[in-house]
C-alpha cells in the first residue's frame, strides 16, 4: 500500500512539475490524433469509456486533434500513418500518439493509451526529448493507397456476396423449378431459349433496379447519423439471427433431407404464386413476351428471401465510401455473377441435362449454401458493426 502511494504521490508530482515546465519552457503537450467515423459502436464505446477519463487525467497536458474520417482530408492523413507506421488492420477508430504510436480499435486504445501518456510526459520532464516529425501527408499517393485498398476489398466481398446470393437454396430451387416446368412442356431448342433467355435477362434487370433504388436510399440515410446507427443496429441482429438460422437450417437438412426442416426460405403463399406465375408464363401466346414477364415477377417475389444476402451487401456498398459511378459498376458486378448459376443451370438443361439430377443438385445444395450463408451472415454483421 505504500508504494503504490508513494506511486502516485509522484504521478501527481511529475503532472504538476510538467504543467510548470511546459508554461516556462514552452515543452508542447503530447498530440493525439483520433480517427473516428460518426456513428459507429467502437467510437461511441472511445467518446463515453475513454474520452472522458482522457480529461479527467491530462487535461491540459495533451491537445486531441478530432479527425472525422467522413472528410477526405482526415482519409488521406489516416492512410497516410498506415502506410508510415505499418498499420494493416482497418479499425473502425484510431489513435496515433506523438506521431508514431499507434492504438487501433477500441482495444488497443483502452489498454494502452494512457500508459502512452504517462511515458510521453515522462521522456518530456526527463530532457532528452525532441519533438517527432509530423507526418508528411502527400494527396495523391495517399488518395491512391486508400482507393486501391478500397477497391480490391470491396469488389472481392461483391463477388463473394453475389456468388453466394446466386446459389441460395430459394434461388436455387426456383430455378430447378422452372427449369422442370420447361421440360415438362415439351420446350425445346430454339422455343426452350426463348422462354429461357428473356427469363434470365428480365431476373437480371429486375434485381439490378432493385438494389440500384436501394443503394440510392442507403446513400441518402448516411448522413443522418442516428438514422443510420439504427439501421446498422438491425441489420447486424438480423445478420446474427440468419446465420443462427442458416447453420440450423443445414445441420437439420444433413440429418434429415426434409425440406420442412429449412426455416429461412420462401413462405409458402409467395411460393405458390411463383409457380403460378411460371405456369401461365409458359401457357401464354408468346414465349419471349412471356419470359420477360415471368422473370420480372418472379425475381421480385423472390427477393423476400434472396434480399437476406442482397441487402446487407448494398448496406456495406453505401458505406464503403465508394464514388456513385462506381459503386454501381460493383452493383453490375454483382448481378452478373449471382446470374451465373440461372444461365448455367439453362445452358445444361439445353444441353440435355435431365430433371432429375437437377433435384438431386438442388438438394445437395441446400447443406453447403446454408454453411456458406451462417459464415457469410457474421462475417458481414462484423464488418457492418466495425465501420
Known amino acids: 500500500m505504500k508504494t503504490r502511494a508513494k506511486a502516485i504521490v509522484c504521478a501527481f508530482l511529475a503532472v504538476g ?62 492512410v497516410a500513418y498506415q502506410h508510415k507506421l505499418g498499420i494493416t488492420s482497418n479499425e473502425s477508430v484510431c489513435m496515433v500518439v506523438d506521431y508514431q504510436y499507434v492504438f487501433n480499435g477500441f482495444d488497443a486504445i483502452k489498454k494502452g493509451l494512457f500508459n502512452c501518456i504517462d511515458k510521453g510526459v515522462s521522456r518530456r520532464l526527463a ?42 437454396h430459394c434461388a436455387i430451387s426456383t430455378i430447378v423449378f422452372f427449369m422442370s416446368l420447361l421440360t415438362v412442356s415439351k420446350l425445346h431448342g430454339k422455343a426452350f431459349l426463348l422462354m429461357g433467355i428473356p427469363f434470365c435477362i428480365a431476373s437480371f434487370l429486375t434485381y439490378f433496379l432493385i438494389g440500384l ?76 413476351t412471356g419470359g420477360l414477364i415471368t422473370g420480372t415477377l418472379v425475381t421480385a417475389l423472390e427477393g423476400v428471401c434472396t434480399g437476406q444476402v442482397y441487402v446487407p451487401t448494398l448496406v456495406m456498398l453505401a458505406k464503403s465510401g465508394q464514388e456513385q459511378g462506381r459503386a454501381v459498376s460493383y452493383l453490375l458486378v ?27 443438385w438442388s438438394k445437395k445444395n441446400v447443406v453447403i449454401s446454408k454453411i456458406l450463408l451462417g459464415f457469410f451472415f457474421l462475417a458481414m454483421a462484423v464488418l457492418i458493426g466495425n465501420r
Open 334 to 360: 454483382y448481378n452478373l455473377v449471382s446470374d451465373i448459376p440461372l444461365v448455367a443451370i439453362l445452358a445444361l438443361t439445353y444441353f440435355g441435362m435431365k430433371t432429375q439430377t437437377l433435384l438431386e
Open 17 to 78: 512539475c510538467y504543467a510548470s515546465l511546459a508554461g516556462d519552457t514552452g515543452l508542447p503537450p503530447v498530440t493525439i490524433d483520433y480517427f473516428y467515423e460518426a456513428g459507429c459502436p467502437a467510437c461511441t464505446r472511445v467518446k463515453e469509456q475513454v474520452l472522458p477519463e482522457l480529461k479527467e487525467r491530462y487535461e491540459g497536458f495533451y491537445v486531441l486533434n478530432n479527425r472525422d474520417v467522413g472528410e477526405k482530408s482526415n482519409v488521406i492523413m489516416l
Open 127 to 168: 530532457g532528452n526529448w525532441t519533438l517527432p516529425n509530423h507526418i508528411t501527408v502527400s494527396s495523391g499517393d495517399s488518395l491512391k493507397i486508400a482507393d486501391e485498398r478500397m477497391q480490391r476489398f470491396t469488389l472481392s466481398a461483391v463477388i463473394i456476396a453475389g456468388f453466394l446470393d446466386g446459389i441460395n
Open 213 to 288: 433504388g436501394l443503394l440510392r436510399v442507403f446513400h441518402s440515410l448516411s448522413g443522418f447519423t442516428y438514422i443510420r446507427s439504427g439501421l446498422n443496429m438491425t441489420i447486424i441482429c438480423v445478420l446474427v439471427v440468419l446465420a443462427i438460422l442458416s447453420f440450423r437450417d443445414g445441420f437439420r437438412y444433413w440429418r434429415t433431407g426434409d425440406s420442412h426442416d429449412v426455416a429461412v426460405k420462401l413462405p409458402g403463399t409467395i411460393t405458390t404464386k411463383i409457380h403460378g406465375i411460371m405456369r401461365a408464363g409458359i401457357a401464354g401466346r408468346t414465349l419471349i
